[in-house]
């Protein structure tokens, strides 16, 4: 089979995907036993005012049409407009999700310079001192919540020693880096323990491995022998691993974004779904599931093109 | 014709509270310019005063958007806002208003007595207005004389109109600049327009991301004149930051990130306050929290419901240590109820705390109802509120000396909003804050049956309906606090609430903000604000 | 399917990875998760017997007291002792940790044979609903389900369930579909052994370890779900005494009453790490034989 039908068979099953997750999620904000209007209108509503509400949004029509009208809505990436901002679902997309990215892939590059210098450290003295003070480490940071990691960051680093803002972004690129800073460090250090162990094992291995000793064998320089056979290896696990990860990565941004005030779509996605905003939430499901299925698809791509055993 | 001024009287009042204010104050002037960095709780939704119905909204409304008439400080009178004078005919049925020369919009384009008149009908029409629409629904026309003449013809005397005249909801709106929006109606003109908006008020929009900051200007054309002679307002801009959650907000005030925080939680009222870089102030709020009772026979599984009985209500108010309660969860800070309505409402009745705790009477009433050994009742908490907890967690203690058993039913917002609408429960904590200066509309909600079935707690007077009623046409201010007075009286004895306590303001600002404001009814005034270099 | 699909799901990552090559001993440290673990349970079992206080007595003249021999990890806003909440506390993430993985573990393990064994149609179903499953971000869907039920411990439960069980089928359906090509299940068949006992008596057995490895390490992943939870306000309710709940509760003091966050903070990575190491230790086991 050729890359282009590959690809093309690839992309039908994402959009598939996609479809079944639009279902899932509409089926699910169908079932919430609260009222978005009742949310809107609150206390003071009078049962007239109620009405008319649900009438103009079209929640009096039958789940059938509702459905309809979200997939028609979805197909031209309008997605509707929230009940509870009044604006286009897809201008606060628009809006937010350039931050969380920003988040997420600053987390990533964090963990992965966290956990490479560490697991070959640990590797190279494996059993030894260090190799120990790594692994409780990274155990110690496996166990704990992403939530309290963040709380503690935030009050030792940024409202203790004023090193970091206390929540928030900047105005621009340049002040972003330095305002995410710490919400990145927050996400990274789980992810990084992971890493960190999953690494240190491959490196082990590898450096046991026969082609290793053979190569050392033949004379070749051991630093020469790293970067040639386990870091190819190494980069082949990490890069699994981290699109195995994605999802939970995202999970983290719901509770850092929370934690330090972030605007981006997972602080979006909380408030949503206690507002009951369907459409932002279906909206912002569907680009997560279409951005989840890209990375595994990119995470297929490069293992192919890392490890030439590994085919499509 | 004999006209009575009442803009007159109201404004020497102001005068005199402007006067002393100055000269309390100190002794430097205030500066001029910077940008004053606000954090808020919840971000605003639609900025149109019309519209507008959020908490997020109407506190800033009249910042964007200015008024004929300005509620004073104390909230019991109005002062000349963008009308400078205000006759009221004497059987009440025509206002005529005189503008005030030279006014415009933030875009240099003035204001028309035309302007005036759209904003008001559209505000109180049927299609064009929204929730708050009620407040002007007394006023049968209004036309406009020459250049400066606004008069309003009433369908009956009304004796809050002018009140009504003073709240974000007749915000005065630019016609030309609303139907220059893009939009095919009136209704996507408005839709458009609140996105950008250009008022009258003494600030203007100019940057507002969704949910993460909103920014506003000086109004360089704003008519009211500052003590140095210039214009007010004094900042260049003020940046609202959106901060839900109470701890960051605190840490970032605390870091000197933001210059004020909205919602302090009160547990820190006394920390940020013997702090030195801050300025904690508990601005008296016309607020109230207590809880509701569902007072019908049976509750919605058919279950026979033990507060049916007002003797029962009693009961359980008397069981109530308020004090204890204004400790646990307002750390000191609140006060207890006197009347179902805040006590800066005007002609709220207040002779002391109602239901002062005592345990043998309590016990007394529950035991001639039949409940000698008590019962179980059951109470909608809003799952993961603190405060909820707290206050809920303190009635179990108090109540169980009297034998009754309450139960915490946690639901999350929209649930329990659901469950309240349609009275499927049985008791649940209940806070209101009124957003004009008159009794009418918490009576409206709370007592008046007609309304939403008093507060959906199913409970009726005739007599409550029938004097509500009467005082909503009566013109006579005495005779008007006699019908309230006796509504007053009627609530708390038949007690479908439990009166629990009124609450303030929080918020905390650095030190160098100075003279910000928020009146009673929780708009944010930033008019006289300044920073100190 | 992707190569990212087939590879074990979600965090089973951590699991699977070996442990040291090294001549095995079952370690100290495994032996160190379990007594760490024998502890929690003790808490659980008896915190009347251990925990000093009532864990909801509210006391208005002893509010957020910094430790002392009194209150060895303080008071908080009420004045209810940190102590003993956190040791009533670990019931209820004991149970979380129980709770969250039963069911799936269970049922995901039927699941996933019936899935295994059988194939065909059945199990292009059972891989669509995978590919939808991890596309939506796992505690997105467990927090939406939970507002759908509203927030509390048993919603909770069921959220986690409905979600989860997939985990656990995958991991046995790849199993038993490895264990299938091996020559002992060919030879079952050839010697004429009914489907069920080839399944039951032969493949489940072989496949099992793997699930209870990752069993161990779920259990840890649920107490920090439940944890974050609790401290969104969706998982267990105050006044129940639940580490991320009691977490929450601390935020507004973290500044002038660490020790209401501390603790139990340091209690949720200290069972996380019990369940972790004895989740590797296990996995040695698991990989010696």
């Given at each position: 089979?050729?890359?282009?039908?590959?690809?093309?068979?690839?992309?039908?099953?994402?959009?598939a995907?996609?479809?079944?997750?639009?279902?899932?999620?509409?089926?699910?904000?169908?079932?919430?036993?609260?009222?978005?209007?009742?949310?809107?209108?609150?206390?003071?509503?009078?049962d007239?005012?109620?009405?008319?509400?649900?009438?103009?949004?079209?929640?009096?029509?039958?789940?059938?049409?509702?459905f309809?009208?979200?997939?028609?809505?979805?197909?031209?990436?309008?997605?509707?407009?929230?009940?509870?901002?009044?604006?286009?679902?897809?201008?606060?997309?628009?809006?937010?999700?350039?931050?969380?990215?920003?988040?997420?892939?600053?987390?990533?590059?964090?963990?992965?310079?966290i956990?490479?210098?560490?697991?070959?450290?640990?590797?190279?003295?494996?059993?030894?001192?260090?190799?120990?003070?790594?692994?409780?480490?990274?155990?110690?940071?496996?166990?704990?919540?992403v939530?309290?990691?963040?709380?503690?960051l935030?009050?030792?680093?940024?409202?203790?020693?004023?090193?970091?803002?206390?929540?928030?972004?900047g105005?621009n690129?340049?002040?972003?880096?330095?305002?995410?800073?710490?919400?990145?460090?927050?996400?990274?250090?789980?992810?990084?323990?992971?890493?960190?162990?999953?690494?240190?094992?491959?490196?082990?291995?590898?450096?046991?491995?026969?082609?290793?000793?053979?190569?050392?064998?033949?004379?070749?320089?051991?630093?020469?022998?790293?970067?040639?056979?386990?870091?190819?290896?190494a980069?082949?696990?990490?890069?699994?691993?981290?699109?195995?990860?994605?999802?939970?990565?995202?999970?983290?941004?719901?509770?850092?974004e929370?934690?330090?005030?972030?605007?981006g779509?997972?602080?979006?996605?909380i408030?949503?779904?206690?507002?009951?905003?369907?459409?932002?939430?279906?909206?912002?499901?569907?680009?997560?599931?279409?951005m989840?299925?890209i990375?595994?698809?990119?995470?297929?791509?490069?293992?192919?093109?890392?490890?030439?055993?590994?085919?499509? | 014709?004999k006209?009575r001024?009442?803009?007159?009287?109201?404004?020497?009042?102001?005068l005199?509270?402007?006067?002393?204010?100055?000269?309390?104050?100190?002794?430097?002037?205030?500066?001029?310019?910077?940008t004053?960095?606000?954090?808020?709780?919840?971000?605003?939704?639609?900025?149109?005063?019309?519209?507008?119905?959020?908490?997020?909204?109407?506190?800033?409304?009249?910042?964007?958007?200015?008024?004929?008439?300005?509620?004073?400080?104390?909230?019991?009178?109005?002062?000349?806002?963008?009308?400078?004078?205000?006759?009221?005919?004497?059987?009440?049925?025509?206002?005529?208003?005189?503008?005030?020369?030279?006014?415009?919009?933030?875009?240099?384009?003035?204001?028309?007595?035309?302007?005036?008149?759209?904003?008001?009908?559209?505000?109180?029409?049927?299609d064009?207005?929204?929730?708050?629409?009620?407040?002007l629904?007394?006023?049968d026309?209004?036309?406009?004389?020459?250049?400066?003449?606004?008069?309003?013809?009433?369908?009956?005397?009304?004796?809050?109109?002018?009140?009504?005249?003073?709240t974000?909801?007749?915000?005065?709106?630019?016609?030309?600049?609303?139907?220059?929006?893009?939009?095919?109606?009136?209704?996507?003109?408005?839709?458009?327009?609140?996105?950008?908006?250009?008022?009258?008020?003494?600030?203007?929009?100019?940057?507002?991301?969704?949910?993460?900051e909103?920014?506003m200007?000086?109004?360089?054309?704003?008519?009211?004149?500052?003590?140095?002679?210039?214009?007010?307002?004094?900042?260049?801009?003020?940046?609202?930051?959106?901060?839900?959650d109470?701890?960051?907000?605190?840490?970032?005030?605390?870091?000197?990130?933001v210059?004020?925080v909205?919602?302090?939680?009160?547990?820190?009222?006394?920390?940020?306050?013997?702090?030195?870089?801050?300025?904690?102030?508990?601005?008296?709020?016309?607020?109230?929290?207590?809880?509701?009772?569902?007072?019908?026979?049976?509750?919605?599984?058919g279950?026979?419901?033990?507060?049916?009985?007002?003797?029962?209500?009693?009961?359980?108010?008397?069981?109530?240590?308020?004090?204890?309660?204004?400790?646990?969860?307002?750390?000191?800070?609140?006060?207890?109820?006197?009347?179902?309505?805040?006590?800066?409402t005007?002609?709220?009745?207040?002779?002391?705390?109602?239901?002062?705790?005592?345990?043998?009477?309590a016990?007394?009433?529950?035991?001639?109802?039949?409940?000698?050994?008590?019962?179980?009742?059951t109470?909608?908490?809003?799952?993961?509120?603190?405060?909820?907890?707290?206050?809920?967690?303190?009635?179990?203690?108090?109540?169980?000396?009297?034998?009754?058993?309450?139960?915490?039913?946690?639901?999350?917002?929209?649930?329990?909003?659901?469950?309240?609408?349609?009275?499927d429960?049985?008791?649940?904590?209940?806070?209101?804050?009124n957003?004009?200066?008159?009794?009418?509309?918490?009576?409206?909600?709370?007592?008046?049956?007609?309304?939403?079935?008093?507060?959906?707690?199913?409970?009726?007077?005739?007599?409550?309906?029938?004097?509500?009623?009467?005082?909503?046409?009566?013109?006579?201010?005495?005779?008007?606090?006699?019908?309230?007075?006796?509504?007053?009286k009627?609530?708390?004895?038949?007690a479908?609430?439990?009166?629990?306590?009124?609450?303030?303001?929080?918020?905390?600002?650095?030190?160098?903000?100075?003279?910000?404001?928020?009146?009673?009814?929780?708009?944010?005034?930033?008019?006289?604000?300044?920073?100190?270099? | 399917?992707?190569?990212?699909?087939?590879?074990?799901?979600?965090?089973?990552?951590?699991?699977?990875?070996?442990?040291?090559?090294?001549?095995?001993?079952?370690?100290?440290?495994?032996?160190?998760?379990?007594?760490?673990?024998?502890?929690?349970?003790?808490?659980?079992?008896?915190?009347?017997?251990?925990?000093?206080?009532?864990?909801?007595?509210?006391?208005?003249?002893?509010?957020?007291r910094?430790?002392?021999?009194?209150?060895?990890?303080?008071?908080?806003?009420?004045?209810?002792?940190?102590?003993?909440?956190?040791?009533?506390?670990?019931?209820?993430?004991?149970q979380i940790?129980?709770?969250?993985?039963?069911?799936?573990?269970?049922?995901?393990?039927?699941?996933?044979?019936?899935?295994?064994?059988?194939?065909?149609?059945?199990?292009?179903?059972?891989?669509?609903?995978?590919?939808?499953v991890?596309?939506?971000?796992?505690?997105?869907?467990?927090?939406?389900?939970?507002a759908?039920?509203?927030?509390?411990?048993?919603?909770?439960?069921?959220?986690?369930?409905?979600?989860?069980?997939?985990?656990?089928?995958?991991?046995?359906?790849?199993?038993?579909?490895?264990?299938?090509?091996?020559?002992?299940?060919?030879?079952g068949?050839?010697?004429?052994?009914?489907?069920?006992?080839?399944?039951?008596?032969?493949?489940?057995?072989n496949?099992?370890?793997?699930?209870?490895?990752?069993?161990m390490?779920?259990?840890?992943?649920?107490?920090?779900?439940?944890?974050?939870?609790?401290?969104?306000?969706?998982g267990?309710?105050?006044?129940?005494?639940?580490?991320?709940?009691?977490?929450?509760?601390?935020?507004?003091f973290?500044?002038?009453?660490?020790w209401?966050?501390i603790f139990?903070?340091?209690?949720?990575?200290?069972?996380?790490?019990?369940?972790?190491?004895?989740?590797?230790?296990?996995?040695?086991?698991?990989?010696?034989?």
């Amino acid at each position: 089979m050729n890359i282009l039908a590959i690809l093309a068979r690839r992309l039908l099953h994402i959009a598939a995907t996609v479809v079944l997750v639009a279902l899932l999620i509409f089926v699910l904000m169908h079932f919430l036993p609260g009222d978005p209007v009742m949310m809107l209108l609150g206390d003071r509503a009078s049962d007239e005012q109620i009405a008319n509400m649900r009438h103009r949004l079209g929640f009096d029509r039958s789940v059938v049409e509702q459905f309809w009208e979200f997939l028609k809505m979805t197909a031209s990436l309008q997605f509707g407009e929230s009940v509870s901002m009044k604006v286009p679902v897809i201008s606060l997309i628009v809006d937010r999700l350039p931050i969380t990215l920003m988040l997420t892939s600053m987390a990533v590059v964090l963990a992965v310079l966290i956990a490479a210098p560490l697991a070959f450290i640990a590797a190279l003295r494996q059993g030894g001192i260090a190799d120990a003070i790594i692994r409780v480490i990274s155990q110690v940071s496996l166990s704990m919540p992403v939530f309290y990691i963040g709380l503690i960051l935030l009050i030792t680093l940024a409202a203790g020693l004023r090193w970091f803002p206390v929540g928030g972004i900047g105005e621009n690129f340049f002040q972003n880096l330095y305002y995410l800073f710490l919400p990145a460090l927050t996400l990274a250090l789980s992810l990084s323990a992971i890493l960190l162990r999953n690494l240190r094992e491959a490196l082990i291995e590898v450096l046991q491995a026969d082609y290793v000793s053979f190569a050392t064998a033949k004379g070749l320089m051991r630093h020469t022998v790293l970067g040639r056979h386990v870091l190819r290896n190494a980069w082949i696990s990490t890069i699994t691993l981290l699109g195995l990860h994605v999802g939970s990565l995202v999970g983290g941004a719901v509770i850092t974004e929370t934690v330090f005030a972030i605007p981006g779509v997972g602080r979006l996605m909380i408030d949503s779904i206690f507002a009951r905003d369907y459409a932002v939430v279906q909206g912002l499901t569907m680009i997560l599931a279409v951005m989840v299925s890209i990375v595994f698809l990119a995470v297929d791509a490069l293992q192919a093109l890392l490890d030439p055993r590994v085919s499509a | 014709m004999k006209h009575r001024t009442i803009g007159l009287l109201s404004s020497a009042l102001a005068l005199a509270l402007a006067t002393s204010t100055f000269l309390t104050a100190p002794a430097h002037a205030a500066q001029r310019g910077g940008t004053l960095v606000f954090a808020r709780v919840a971000d605003n939704i639609f900025l149109d005063p019309a519209h507008t119905a959020q908490n997020a909204d109407i506190w800033i409304s009249l910042n964007l958007y200015d008024t004929l008439l300005i509620a004073t400080a104390d909230g019991k009178a109005t002062e000349p806002g963008l009308a400078t004078d205000t006759k009221v005919a004497p059987d009440g049925k025509t206002l005529t208003f005189t503008m005030r020369p030279n006014i415009k919009f933030a875009d240099g384009s003035p204001i028309l007595v035309s302007d005036v008149k759209w904003s008001l009908d559209r505000a109180r029409g049927k299609d064009t207005g929204d929730e708050f629409a009620f407040l002007l629904a007394s006023i049968d026309s209004i036309d406009t004389q020459g250049a400066d003449t606004v008069t309003l013809h009433m369908k009956h005397a009304d004796p809050t109109i002018l009140q009504a005249l003073a709240t974000f909801n007749a915000g005065i709106m630019s016609e030309k600049l609303v139907m220059a929006a893009p939009g095919a109606n009136l209704a996507e003109k408005s839709k458009a327009f609140a996105e950008h908006p250009i008022g009258s008020g003494p600030f203007v929009l100019t940057s507002w991301k969704r949910n993460a900051e909103l920014v506003m200007s000086r109004n360089p054309y704003y008519w009211k004149i500052a003590p140095d002679g210039k214009p007010l307002p004094y900042l260049d801009a003020v940046k609202f930051v959106n901060i839900p959650d109470d701890a960051t907000r605190v840490l970032k005030l605390k870091a000197g990130e933001v210059d004020a925080v909205e919602f302090v939680p009160y547990s820190r009222a006394a920390e940020l306050k013997a702090d030195p870089k801050l300025n904690m102030v508990l601005f008296p709020a016309a607020q109230i929290n207590y809880f509701a009772m569902n007072t019908r026979p049976t509750l919605k599984d058919g279950s026979k419901n033990p507060l049916n009985d007002v003797r029962v209500r009693q009961a359980l108010n008397y069981a109530t240590d308020k004090e204890a309660i204004i400790q646990v969860v307002s750390y000191g800070t609140g006060t207890p109820q006197q009347s179902f309505m805040p006590m800066s409402t005007p002609l709220a009745v207040g002779n002391g705390p109602l239901y002062p705790y005592d345990i043998t009477k309590a016990k007394k009433l529950l035991a001639d109802a039949g409940y000698p050994k008590g019962f179980e009742v059951t109470c909608m908490v809003l799952a993961g509120s603190a405060d909820d907890t707290a206050k809920v967690a303190s009635l179990q203690q108090m109540w169980a000396d009297v034998g009754v058993t309450l139960k915490a039913e946690q639901l999350e917002s929209a649930t329990r909003l659901a469950r309240y609408a349609a009275s499927d429960y049985q008791m649940r904590t209940g806070l209101w804050t009124n957003d004009i200066n008159d009794p009418n509309e918490i009576t409206s909600v709370i007592a008046y049956y007609p309304t939403r079935q008093s507060a959906r707690t199913g409970w009726q007077s005739k007599r409550v309906d029938e004097l509500f009623e009467m005082s909503q046409e009566e013109l006579d201010p005495a005779k008007r606090a006699a019908e309230y007075a006796e509504i007053q009286k009627i609530y708390a004895e038949a007690a479908p609430i439990i009166f629990t306590m009124e609450v303030p303001y929080p918020v905390a600002m650095l030190k160098k903000v100075k003279d910000f404001q928020q009146i009673p009814l929780g708009n944010n005034i930033f008019l006289n604000t300044y920073l100190d270099k | 399917m992707s190569a990212v699909q087939e590879v074990a799901p979600r965090e089973a990552a951590i699991a699977m990875a070996p442990g040291k090559r090294a001549p095995l001993k079952l370690g100290s440290s495994t032996l160190v998760g379990a007594v760490i673990l024998l502890l929690f349970i003790a808490c659980a079992a008896f915190p009347d017997a251990i925990a000093p206080y009532a864990p909801n007595k509210f006391d208005y003249r002893a509010t957020l007291r910094p430790p002392s021999w009194a209150h060895p990890f303080g008071t908080d806003n009420f004045g209810r002792d940190v102590l003993s909440r956190t040791i009533w506390a670990a019931r209820i993430d004991l149970q979380i940790a129980v709770f969250c993985t039963l069911f799936p573990a269970i049922f995901g393990t039927f699941v996933g044979c019936l899935i295994g064994y059988t194939g065909g149609a059945i199990d292009s179903v059972f891989r669509r609903i995978v590919d939808v499953v991890i596309t939506i971000p796992f505690l997105v869907l467990v927090i939406a389900i939970v507002a759908v039920l509203g927030p509390g411990l048993t919603n909770m439960y069921i959220a986690v369930s409905a979600v989860n069980w997939i985990v656990y089928a995958r991991l046995i359906r790849g199993e038993i579909i490895a264990q299938k090509r091996r020559d002992y299940a060919a030879a079952g068949q050839v010697m004429g052994y009914s489907a069920s006992r080839i399944l039951f008596r032969h493949l489940l057995p072989n496949a099992l370890s793997p699930i209870v490895v990752y069993w161990m390490t779920d259990m840890a992943l649920a107490i920090l779900l439940g944890s974050s939870l609790g401290y969104l306000g969706l998982g267990a309710q105050p006044p129940t005494s639940e580490w991320g709940v009691l977490i929450g509760d601390a935020k507004n003091f973290m500044t002038t009453a660490w020790w209401m966050s501390i603790f139990p903070g340091i209690a949720i990575v200290i069972a996380g790490t019990g369940f972790s190491l004895l989740g590797d230790g296990l996995a040695r086991l698991v990989r010696r034989r």
